[in-house]
């Protein structure tokens, strides 16, 4: 019951996020990424790269506005310790697309989500310089798995983003 909804459409291939787009229909925001060329914002017919600016300082940490467990609360309360981080509620996929566009820090999420809740924002972050680390493996997400419910992740703005 707000503007925060999107729509996200992504191509996997080898189990890795080739192509991937999110449209905010409200706003009429829309963040696309395709492998090897880079990540764009565009609004009204005009399209800028990303990401638009560097990480906030102090940092900023995104979490969902209705879906957080204490798991991702307690990581949270330790991060905002250690680096003086403020946190902001922020609905559905538009996550990855502040990371992307450098206006957010970090992303935690260690509850319930699914492949195709992240696989767009996976390739529109990576392309932005960012990226999405599974919390145990610490290595990429990987998608079309047997399973589709995602792993827990860590996504960053960029690749140097202390977690």
Request: aromatic share 10%.
């Amino acid at each position: 019951r707000n503007d925060e909804f999107c729509i996200c459409l992504a191509l996997v291939r080898e189990g890795r996020p080739v192509a991937g787009f999110i449209m905010a229909p409200v706003t009429g925001d829309l963040w696309y990424a395709f492998e090897g060329k880079g990540s764009f914002h565009e609004k009204e017919g005009i399209a800028t790269r990303l990401p638009m600016q560097s990480p906030p300082s102090p940092p900023i940490v995104l979490v969902s506005r209705s879906h957080h467990n204490s798991a991702e609360k307690e990581w949270i309360a330790k991060y905002v310790a250690r680096t003086g981080s403020e946190v902001h509620s922020l609905g559905s996929a538009l996550k990855f697309c502040r990371l992307a566009e450098g206006r957010a820090t970090i992303y935690p999420k260690f509850g319930p989500i699914n492949e195709w809740d992240i696989a767009a924002g996976d390739i529109i972050l990576t392309e932005a310089g960012g990226e999405i680390i599974e919390k145990n493996s610490q290595q990429r997400p990987h998608y079309n798995k047997e399973s589709l419910v995602q792993p827990h992740f860590v996504a960053k703005s960029d690749k140097i983003s202390d977690f």
